[in-house]
């Protein structure tokens, strides 16, 4: 291939470049951005049907919570977020964004103990003073709950259940807290781990993995998975009951 053969592919790969930016803005202003196929909004979609996963961020909200859901909404995904009661009572409106952005919202406790290993008589306040602390955020009472450490015994079942809380853990552990200098770690985990229906444990207090997410949900995407929520994927759980592995 001589230079004056690759300038002109050069040359028409701008070519391509700016028709292509040309009939983005005659999208825009012709009103033809429906026109777009765009993917099913998660709420529209069967998981008996197609393949779904649904990512779960614990122990937010925190800093890097407005990033994920920025790359949650371009790429049309939707998660659950289990929140920390104390953190949320700190910044109603970190929790109330997470809400507006479409996700669902779990109870992750008021301070994060394992509830396995507290005295019996503060197990109840736990799980109520999160659901409340919530709701007065957002507008919305969590139905599910997600005990720290994923530890659950039949007293914790027992008092979530009294307070109308389905207690849900996993599929996938990337270890994520484990993997933050090492994200290819993480990746590998996922890529590795993910089958449809899986639910993923993820936290969203690690800005390796929110910058991760950036990378994979849209790999997720192009491999056919529609991003959806515990509760969209799974259905009603019944409060008292558990979903997935204990560790
Ligand atoms: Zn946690």
Not at 89 to 99: G, K, L, M, T
Not at 231 to 247: A, K
Request: glycine share 8%; charged share 20%.
């Amino acid at each position: 291939m001589t230079s004056g053969s690759g300038a002109q592919y050069d040359t028409r790969g701008a070519r391509a470049r700016r028709i292509r930016s040309a009939a983005i803005l005659l999208g825009l202003v012709g009103g033809f951005i429906a026109a777009v196929p765009a993917p099913a909004a998660a709420d529209s979609v069967d998981c008996a049907r197609v393949k779904c996963v649904a990512l779960t961020f614990d122990d937010g909200p925190g800093p890097f919570t407005d990033r994920l859901l920025q790359t949650l909404r371009a790429n049309n995904a939707e998660a659950t977020f289990f929140l920390i009661g104390d953190k949320v009572a700190a910044d109603p409106a970190a929790a109330r964004r997470i809400v507006d952005a479409g996700m669902e919202i779990g109870n992750h406790t008021w301070s994060h103990p394992d509830l396995t290993a507290i005295p019996p008589q503060e197990l109840p306040a736990q799980l109520s003073r999160a659901t409340e602390v919530l709701e007065r955020a957002t507008g919305e009472r969590p139905t599910l709950m997600r005990p720290p450490f994923g530890a659950v015994d039949d007293a914790v079942l027992a008092a979530a259940g009294s307070q109308g809380l389905a207690v849900v853990n996993w599929d996938v552990i990337p270890l994520d807290w484990e993997n933050d200098t090492d994200i290819a770690a993480t990746r590998a985990a996922l890529t590795e781990q993910i089958r449809p229906n899986s639910v993923v444990l993820l936290h969203d207090t690690f800005a390796s993995t929110v910058d991760l997410m950036a990378e994979f949900v849209p790999v997720l995407r192009a491999n056919g998975y529609h991003l959806v929520t515990v509760s969209q994927m799974l259905g009603p759980r019944p409060p008292g009951s558990l979903y997935g592995t204990p560790p």
